[in-house]
């Protein structure tokens, strides 16, 4: 192994755990930190790196970190920790969602000790991450990009340089906006059809092989026709991401329809008690119009 | 040629034209009429077929006809030609895009006549009709839809029996709703990339890899990203489709908030004059929102 890319993974959450193991398959995975620590221990058990105490153990070890974890804050309070111990000239690269100004506020922390940062959130769902076929959208310079592909290239398989740090953030955005249109278009189709009794496997076979063709139609379109909503993306974490985009949104003086009704959708949603199921479930909210 | 399916095209517009020329390729066209007879013309000395001056004409020599006209009374009117000459146990199949309750009024006038009827929606938009590769929604009867396998075959790669006569209306129009969501999803999505000055053409490599991935970025988002609306599927129609699927919701006291926002949009759309761009135009309404 590339010392220099011997990798060590923060957050072990539903998309952090395939993508670290792809990582190991790589030969890259050198160790891992879970707030949970269980999870790293787990981790270590199935692939041999260490299970890091700590951030700081964890950075010891490694020439390059990636995360991938939850909040903004999160974010910005791993770059502090990693600022202080990684050696200078290690690479991080964040695959977690949040703001593009987050992710110039950590470059910038890194930055001081000369220590490389990439924006690189991800799209594709936990299959993607499982698979190593997630959409990659990265923001910083052409020569980190340059040196992070063995990383990148073990975790998804379109990798696309945006721009520089915060350009990768600013397209996930875009993929949220798009992601919740189409669940709000599937779910509703879906709804429309099973009140016309409609047998809603040849729906999904025919409907998306034409103009409504989409990865939530075959990747989701089976789990809502039995009623389920496994994971997949959470409601909470999209509406989490979503309320990203109303600022950023808001910063340039606009309003997004799509953006703004779905948030309202997940509102009910998360007041019913469906914020840990996937974002499919708004399924449950189309059916009820139906229902009287 | 199997003289039963030799083969009338009634409507040669933008799906009608490339559909008719690949029902020529499969060696099934006899016959085609179009209510502007230049165009009857037009495809008869490309394909030396007979261009019917009337649809009685046109029945005379064809043991099944397929129609791809625009609005529900043309397609009964269409149906009361064909009941007055078809000969009994001819076959007609309907690919426009109609209510339901017009298939099942379709199949009775012709039923007594013997004459057997597949209503036969499609989705792929005008590149699909080309290549032969529709997606094909259609509701009949068993027998009828086995017959019809020649002439489905050579229009469609995705052909599917949703039920009895009215179930491929009703598939068309969940498709149609499918539709109306992706159309917002992915306008939007690129009118705030836009504003955020990425790459366009990055943006939908990338994010048209990942859960967002879609025909509709696929297909529309190169010429959405010049600014350029080519046909595709006219605003109008969408809208009128739009209008059939809001009656049927209704007779089931349900209003479609994707529906009915849509339609606001498309509204709009229609009073500034652009009616006949395809629906990707709704990035025109989007963009609008970034602009004070």
Same mark, same amino acid.
Request: hydrophobic letters at 45%.
């Given at each position: 192994?590339?010392?220099?890319?011997?990798?060590?993974?923060?957050?072990?959450?539903?998309?952090?755990?395939?993508?670290?193991?792809?990582?190991?398959?790589?030969?890259?995975?050198?160790?891992?930190?879970?707030?949970?620590?269980?999870?790293?221990?787990?981790?270590?058990?199935?692939?041999?790196?260490?299970?890091?105490?700590?951030?700081?153990?964890?950075?010891?070890?490694?020439?390059?970190?990636?995360?991938?974890?939850?909040?903004?804050?999160?974010?910005?309070?791993?770059?502090?920790?990693?600022? #202080?111990?990684?050696? !200078?000239?290690?690479? +991080? $690269? =964040?695959?977690?969602?949040?703001? &593009? @100004?987050?992710?110039?506020?950590?470059?910038?922390?890194?930055?001081?000790?000369?220590?490389?940062?990439?924006?690189?959130?991800?799209?594709?769902?936990?299959?993607?991450?499982?698979?190593?076929?997630?959409?990659?959208?990265?923001?910083?310079?052409?020569?980190?990009?340059?040196?992070?592909?063995?990383?990148?290239?073990?975790?998804?398989?379109?990798?696309?340089?945006?721009?520089?740090?915060?350009?990768?953030?600013?397209?996930?955005?875009?993929?949220?906006?798009?992601?919740?249109?189409?669940?709000?278009?599937?779910?509703?189709?879906?709804?429309?059809?099973? #009140?016309?009794?409609? !047998?809603?496997?040849? +729906? $999904? =076979?025919?409907?998306?092989?034409? &103009? @409504?063709?989409?990865?939530?139609?075959?990747?989701?379109?089976?789990?809502?026709?039995?009623?389920?909503?496994?994971?997949?993306?959470?409601?909470?974490?999209?509406?989490?991401?979503?309320?990203?985009?109303?600022?950023?949104?808001?910063?340039?003086?606009?309003?997004?329809?799509?953006?703004?009704?779905?948030?309202?959708?997940?509102?009910?949603?998360?007041?019913?008690?469906?914020?840990?199921?996937?974002?499919?479930?708004?399924?449950?909210?189309?059916?009820?119009?139906?229902?009287?």
């Amino acid at each position: 192994m590339d010392s220099n890319l011997k990798t060590g993974f923060i957050g072990l959450g539903a998309m952090g755990w395939p993508m670290a193991l792809n990582l190991h398959k790589a030969k890259l995975l050198a160790a891992a930190y879970n707030r949970t620590h269980a999870k790293a221990v787990a981790l270590a058990k199935e692939t041999g790196c260490l299970a890091a105490k700590d951030i700081l153990e964890l950075a010891k070890h490694c020439g390059a970190v990636v995360l991938c974890v939850t909040a903004d804050q999160d974010v910005l309070q791993v770059m502090d920790a990693l600022a #202080a111990t990684l050696k !200078p000239e290690s690479l +991080v $690269i =964040d695959c977690s969602t949040v703001s &593009a @100004a987050t992710a110039r506020e950590a470059a910038a922390r890194l930055s001081k000790r000369k220590i490389d940062f990439l924006d690189c959130p991800v799209s594709g769902g936990t299959e993607g991450a499982k698979h190593g076929t997630l959409a990659m959208m990265c923001g910083g310079n052409e020569k980190a990009f340059q040196r992070a592909q063995p990383i990148l290239n073990a975790l998804g398989k379109r990798i696309v340089l945006m721009g520089s740090v915060g350009a990768g953030q600013a397209t996930k955005a875009v993929n949220q906006i798009a992601v919740a249109g189409i669940a709000q278009a599937i779910t509703e189709a879906l709804a429309f059809a099973e #009140a016309e009794d409609l !047998p809603l496997d040849k +729906v $999904i =076979d025919v409907v998306g092989s034409g &103009a @409504a063709g989409s990865w939530f139609m075959t990747h989701r379109g089976p789990t809502i026709a039995q009623g389920r909503y496994p994971l997949g993306f959470k409601v909470t974490l999209h509406d989490k991401d979503l309320g990203i985009v109303q600022q950023m949104a808001a910063a340039r003086g606009a309003q997004l329809p799509v953006v703004e009704m779905t948030r309202v959708h997940y509102r009910r949603l998360l007041q019913a008690g469906h914020g840990d199921e996937d974002i499919s479930a708004l399924f449950r909210l189309k059916r009820q119009l139906f229902k009287h």
